[in-house]
């Protein structure tokens, strides 16, 4: 049971556009979401968070939105760069215990 | 330290035999969790720690699987009578524990290899 969902494997994006990157969750218990970069050979690092008594937080390039009735929470990276190219897990939680996506591949070409 | 450290970086065994995996968190970190990624999945949680206790051990694969925790710092992960489905990164991170809006710190992985 995937309780935290990442339905695109990849995403292919244009240096200086924009990034989406999509988050799906069924637990209704979740109140909190991260999303981590990983780059290879390395572990994760934090990138965003939001609480869910929010649906919207933003962090220079880096904005995550969260829409609850959807069950939906969005990454959105503009403009994107080449050193975004990694791979991208959300990760959501109800108590102490994180439960991650699949992740997403992100590829920022010139 | 500065960070979460995990030793070895690499580990390649054979079929059969335990290995002990560690993970020195950062200092003052009471939340301890471990993670594994197999080739091309995501992360899978194994187990948390809170301190020396190990308040959920529901990811845990097997029987086979143990972990523990001693004076609220260093962990160890111990994988008995290894499998080739064992081969997998092993990532530890800690944090600051409870609520969880303070990010995770993750260490750089274990990259275990059984042939």
């Known amino acids: 049971d995937q309780q935290v969902k990442q339905n695109s494997p990849s995403l292919s994006v244009q240096e200086g556009r924009i990034s989406i990157l999509n988050c799906d969750y069924t637990?209704?218990?979740?109140?909190?979401f991260l999303w981590y970069k990983k780059y290879p050979a390395e572990g994760p690092t934090f990138l965003i968070s939001?609480?869910?008594?929010?649906d919207k937080n933003e962090d220079g390039r880096f904005t995550v939105f969260l829409n609850k009735s959807a069950k939906h929470l969005s990454l959105h990276i503009v403009p994107s760069q080449p050193g975004d190219s990694a791979v991208y897990f959300c990760?959501?939680?109800?108590?102490?215990?994180?439960?991650f996506g699949t992740g997403t591949r992100l590829q920022v070409f010139p | 330290g500065a960070g979460v450290s995990q030793s070895p970086s690499n580990k390649v065994t054979e079929k059969g035999k335990d290995v002990e995996l560690r993970c020195d968190p950062i200092?003052?970190?009471?939340?301890l969790y471990w993670y594994r990624q197999s080739l091309g999945q995501g992360l899978e949680f194994l187990i948390y720690?809170?301190?020396?206790?190990?308040?959920?051990k529901s990811g845990l694969p097997s029987d086979r699987f143990s972990a523990e925790r001693t004076g609220g710092s260093v962990s160890t992960l111990t994988i008995q009578r290894t499998q080739q489905e064992d081969s997998a990164v092993y990532l530890c991170?800690?944090?600051?524990?409870?609520?969880?809006?303070?990010?995770?710190?993750f260490g750089q992985g274990t990259r275990l290899t059984v042939v």
């Open positions: 991170a800690s944090s600051h524990g409870r609520p969880w809006n303070t990010e995770a710190f």
């Open positions: 990760a959501a939680s109800a108590s102490d215990k994180l439960i």
């Open positions: 200092s003052g970190h009471t939340a």
């Open positions: 939001i609480s869910s008594i929010k």
């Open positions: 637990n209704s218990m979740f109140d909190y």
């Open positions: 720690f809170q301190g020396n206790s190990a308040p959920d």
